[in-house]
C-alpha cells in the first residue's frame, strides 16, 4: 500500500511524468535532469532545479518515496533510434535505476514505455 504518495522523478526531461503524478495527489520530492535545456524548462515549470548526472548522486541524498518514476533515455532502444541498447552509454543508465530500485526498494517502479527495450 502506498501511504505517503511521495515520488522521485528520475530522467525528469521537463517534467510530463511529475505533471502526471502531482495532478492525481502525489508529491515529488527529488528529480534529476542532466540535459541542461529540459532541467531549465523543468525549473521554470516546477520552480525546482533538478539535480544533475544521475550516475553522480549518491542514494543517501534522496529523500525518503514510495515510488520510483523514470522516463530514462530511450533514444539507445527506440526503432527511432540506431538501436544500439546498451552498447551506446546513455542505454546504460537503466543500470542506475535498477541500482536505485536495489538499494531503496520502492514499492512502484515506473518506467516510461520504451519499444525495443525488452528485445536489448
Known sequence: MIEN???ID???????????FEQNGFKCVFSSEMDKYAAKTY????DEKPFGDITKINEKD???FDILAAGFPCQPFSV?????GFDDNRGNHFF??????????????FLEN???LTTH
Open 43 to 46: 525549473e521554470a515549470n516546477f
Open 62 to 64: 534522496i529523500p525518503e
Open 114 to 116: 520504451v519499444k525495443n
Open 80 to 84: 527511432a533510434g540506431y538501436r544500439k
Open 96 to 109: 542506475r535505476i535498477l541500482e536505485f530500485v536495489d538499494i531503496m526498494r520502492p514499492k512502484v517502479v
Open 5 to 7: 504518495n511521495r515520488f
Open 10 to 20: 528520475l530522467f525528469a526531461g521537463i517534467g510530463g511524468i511529475r505533471l502526471a
